[in-house]
């Protein structure tokens, strides 16, 4: 395991951020941690890069125990902080390297220049960090981050505010690069977790409400399945509704019918059109939409 977090609680104050959360996530996973504004994601990123101790519970990164082994845990990890805090007075190389010392990183000036050239900053390189737009002050974050070759990045809201092209990129990098490392990230975009995630886990109210693969998730919530299915022929929608396990039926388009039922109804879709000689020219299942499922799994009662 990359990382396992047992029990791991946080109290700041009165305030309960993180309450009792369980998960772990295995070598090469790349896991979206969700939830709403306040939810306790970046707190929870903090403990596990050594920001803030927890109140109680246990963290490790790649087996080392993130308060007791807090420097070992740490070598191994990359940290791209919420609102990603740079040193906006020093140019772009001047701070990767100075970053590279502070991290024992040796070749330094390669290392530096293959990470600005990972994340195509060659252009800014000169610049002063304040000077730079948003979508290159986030590179920069994630050069930083990833100067010492860790194997686990963890990088809170690593798009938040890039544009539409940027957005593109940032995101392809993160791709790749979890082809070779364990990648935790949090975010708001639910086509982000789509388009990179393997695995999501949602927390509400310092909760853990949701912790599994993205598919099996839309299928969860709601425990009901809804297939989309065209006959040659014309239906019954009397018929339809008598099919085990169906719930509801609707005509959706000329010889489109949306059934909603319980996981698993297809086959008993088959079977009644065998019965009744219907010929089915397609069935599809509906997939439920991540935005959906996370409205549902963190609605405020
Ligand atoms: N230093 C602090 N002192 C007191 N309360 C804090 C502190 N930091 C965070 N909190 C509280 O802990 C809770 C969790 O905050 P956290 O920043 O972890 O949420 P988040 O899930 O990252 O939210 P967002 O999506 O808005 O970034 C919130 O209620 C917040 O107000
Ligand atoms: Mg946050």
């Known amino acids: 395991m990359s990382i396992v977090v047992s029990g791991l609680t946080k109290i700041y104050g009165a305030q309960l951020a993180v309450d009792a959360i369980t998960f772990s996530v295995n070598p090469g996973e790349v896991l979206g941690f969700l939830g ?26 790649c087996g080392f125990d993130v308060e007791r082994q807090s420097l070992e845990a740490r070598k191994h990890l990359g940290y791209l902080a919420e609102n990603n805090p740079l040193y906006t007075d020093l140019y772009v190389k001047e701070f990767l390297s100075f970053v590279a010392g502070l991290n024992g990183v040796k070749n330094k000036a390669s290392r530096v220049k293959e990470m600005i050239w990972l994340t195509g900053l060659e252009r800014e390189q000169s610049k002063k960090i304040g000077a730079l737009s948003k979508g290159y002050r986030q590179r920069v974050g994630i050069a930083q981050a990833l100067l010492h070759n860790p194997e686990v990045l963890i990088l809170d809201e690593p798009t938040s505010g890039l544009d539409p092209n940027q957005l593109a990129e940032v995101r392809q990098m993160i791709r790749d690069l979890g082809k070779e490392k364990t990648v935790i990230l949090s975010t708001h975009i639910m086509q982000e977790v789509q388009a990179i995630c393997s695995r999501v886990v949602i927390i509400n109210k310092g909760k853990i409400v949701a912790d599994d693969a993205i598919e099996r998730l839309q299928h969860k919530a709601t425990g009901e399945t809804v297939i989309l299915v065209i006959f040659k022929q014309a239906a019954d929608k009397d018929k339809l509704l008598k099919i085990s396990g169906v719930k509801s039926v609707n005509l959706s388009g000329e010889k489109t ?18 019965a009744n000689q219907l010929t089915i020219t397609s069935l599809s299942e509906e997939q439920q939409s991540l935005e959906e499922v996370f409205k549902e799994l963190t609605r405020q009662v």
């Open 36 to 61: 709403p504004n306040g939810a306790g994601k970046s707190t929870t990123m903090k403990i596990l890069t050594g920001y803030i101790p927890q109140t109680a519970g246990k963290a490790s990164v």
């Open 257 to 274: 019918w949306k059934i909603t039922g319980q996981k698993g109804i297809q086959e008993a879709v088959f079977e009644f059109a065998v």
